[in-house]
């Protein structure tokens, strides 16, 4: 069979279960009326178009731009800027596209950028993005959206004024498979109600400058974000307890921190984060229900049986190998979330997680910290929701 390609959509979850690589043809002959693709009629080739992209060029960054030229079909990245302007022009020589150097702005006002991608240090995600909407251009951010909760309204405000979701919020958990299979059985009710979260969250490492309080604000707003996203539910109040503290952190932060969240059906949360010092890179999530227990799964990794060296003093052991690395944990949801991102982008409409939802991780973000020595939980209060993000 021969025929001319139209669109390439790998990770697709439409027209049947599973998800896969689906393929789509021009020059269909049935011209059903509820056709979704009419673009597929024609039986000749017609010009494409592709979402230009401007995007930064920090450790995140770096691969979400091979991930977009590599990866991601109906997308191609035209130029990239970072504060340390050797790094842009370093990427964009490697990828034969545009360097702005250290100048953001003028990349962002950039007639031929169409969309951008945010991956810079948390405490400048917020003026990018009001830049970004100045503009009226579509904007990845990673998360957090900002620092705090002030100024995630002041992005939701801005979007009420120009009357369009325009921003969607780095979380890419949702489009983890392992949590998207939780979501499912929860949602389902076969398992009961939700009655209890069990989390963690622990990483190896920290780069100079960070305080206690960004546990919450850059390392724990994941599951601030995907607890609610799982049960569908949102939070009454939280706290923050300090916990005995490990004997390898003594950089001037509290870790281990465990953060304690109630939600307004009643659902408790319990998260350790270890932000440093650890072993590996290790996500856990279990969800307690009436019925039974749903739990999220550990990443692929083959398991070993053996007696190390020297084993005639050694005993037998099974092992497998932990991650390290947060960017490989991850990398199949990072494919899947830019690839929808970018379909969504060409729909006219964001499906991925809102400002609203950035906003909401940083109001009970705002809170945890507050709450931090006091003993007591705090109350996590929004603003109304607007009408756009329901």
Same mark, same amino acid.
């Given at each position: 069979?021969?025929?001319?390609?139209?669109?390439?959509?790998?990770?697709?979850?439409n027209?049947?279960?599973?998800?896969?690589?689906?393929?789509?043809l021009?020059?269909?002959?049935?011209?059903c009326?509820?056709?979704?693709?009419?673009?597929g009629?024609?039986?000749?080739?017609?010009?494409?178009?592709?979402?230009?992209?401007?995007?930064?060029?920090?450790?995140?960054?770096?691969?979400?731009?091979?991930?977009?030229?590599?990866?991601?079909?109906?997308?191609?990245?035209?130029? #990239?800027?970072?504060? +340390?302007?050797?790094?842009? %022009?370093? =990427?964009?020589?490697? /990828?034969?596209? $545009?360097s702005?150097?250290n100048?953001?702005?003028?990349?962002?006002?950039?007639?031929? #950028?169409?969309?951008? +991608?945010?991956?810079?240090? %948390?405490? =400048?995600h917020?003026? /990018?993005?009001? $830049?970004?909407?100045?503009?009226?251009?579509?904007?990845?951010?990673?998360?957090?959206?900002?620092?705090?909760?002030?100024?995630?309204?002041?992005i939701?405000?801005?979007?009420?004024?120009?009357? $369009?979701?325009?921003?969607?919020?780095?979380?890419m958990?949702?489009?983890?498979?392992g949590?998207?299979?939780?979501?499912?059985?929860?949602?389902?009710?076969?398992?009961?109600?939700p009655?209890?979260?069990?989390?963690?969250?622990?990483?190896?490492?920290?780069?100079?400058g960070?305080?206690?309080?960004?546990?919450?604000?850059?390392?724990?707003?994941?599951?601030?974000?995907?607890?609610?996203?799982?049960?569908?539910?949102?939070?009454?109040?939280?706290?923050?307890?300090?916990?005995?503290?490990?004997?390898?952190?003594?950089?001037?932060?509290?870790?281990?921190?465990?953060?304690?969240?109630?939600?307004?059906?009643?659902?408790?949360?319990?998260?350790?984060?270890?932000?440093?010092?650890?072993?590996?890179?290790?996500?856990?999530?279990?969800?307690?229900?009436?019925?039974?227990?749903?739990?999220?799964?550990?990443?692929?990794?083959?398991v070993?049986?053996?007696?190390?060296?020297?084993?005639?003093?050694?005993?037998?052991?099974?092992?497998?190998?932990?991650?390290?690395?947060?960017?490989?944990?991850?990398?199949?949801?990072?494919d899947?979330?830019?690839?929808?991102?970018?379909e969504?982008?060409?729909?006219?409409k964001?499906?991925?997680?809102?400002?609203?939802?950035?906003?909401?991780?940083?109001?009970?973000?705002?809170?945890l910290?507050?709450?931090?020595?006091?003993?007591?939980?705090l109350?996590?209060?929004?603003?109304?929701?607007?009408?756009?993000?329901?």
């Amino acid at each position: 069979m021969k025929g001319y390609l139209m669109q390439m959509q790998p990770f697709s979850v439409n027209d049947g279960d599973g998800i896969r690589t689906t393929i789509f043809l021009a020059g269909c002959p049935l011209h059903c009326k509820w056709c979704a693709n009419p673009e597929g009629l024609r039986q000749h080739p017609v010009v494409g178009f592709y979402a230009r992209l401007c995007i930064g060029c920090g450790a995140i960054g770096k691969d979400h731009c091979r991930r977009i030229i590599e990866t991601v079909p109906g997308a191609t990245v035209v130029a #990239v800027s970072d504060y +340390v302007a050797a790094a842009a %022009d370093d =990427t964009a020589a490697k /990828y034969g596209i $545009k360097s702005y150097g250290n100048d953001c702005d003028g990349m962002i006002k950039d007639p031929e #950028v169409e969309a951008v +991608v945010i991956t810079s240090i %948390d405490p =400048t995600h917020h003026d /990018y993005v009001m $830049k970004t909407l100045a503009e009226e251009k579509w904007c990845f951010c990673e998360k957090p959206l900002s620092q705090n909760a002030k100024d995630c309204e002041e992005i939701i405000r801005r979007e009420q004024e120009i009357g $369009k979701r325009l921003v969607q919020v780095g979380f890419m958990r949702h489009y983890d498979r392992g949590y998207a299979e939780m979501k499912r059985i929860i949602a389902s009710g076969e398992l009961g109600k939700p009655l209890i979260i069990k989390a963690c969250h622990r990483n190896v490492s920290q780069g100079p400058g960070f305080k206690t309080e960004n546990g919450v604000t850059n390392v724990a707003i994941h599951e601030l974000d995907i607890c609610r996203w799982l049960l569908d539910d949102e939070y009454e109040d939280v706290q923050c307890v300090k916990v005995r503290q490990s004997s390898n952190s003594d950089k001037g932060y509290d870790n281990p921190q465990v953060m304690l969240m109630r939600t307004k059906k009643g659902c408790f949360i319990d998260v350790e984060v270890q932000v440093a010092d650890g072993y590996g890179y290790d996500i856990q999530c279990e969800v307690v229900c009436e019925n039974g227990t749903v739990k999220l799964p550990d990443p692929y990794a083959v398991v070993c049986r053996s007696r190390p060296a020297g084993w005639d003093s050694v005993k037998p052991a099974e092992s497998m190998p932990i991650m390290t690395d947060w960017k490989e944990r991850f990398i199949e949801a990072y494919d899947i979330e830019f690839c929808k991102w970018v379909e969504s982008v060409h729909a006219g409409k964001l499906t991925g997680p809102s400002s609203w939802d950035g906003y909401v991780a940083c109001v009970a973000g705002d809170a945890l910290n507050a709450s931090r020595g006091t003993s007591q939980f705090l109350k996590v209060e929004t603003m109304e929701k607007p009408e756009m993000y329901k």
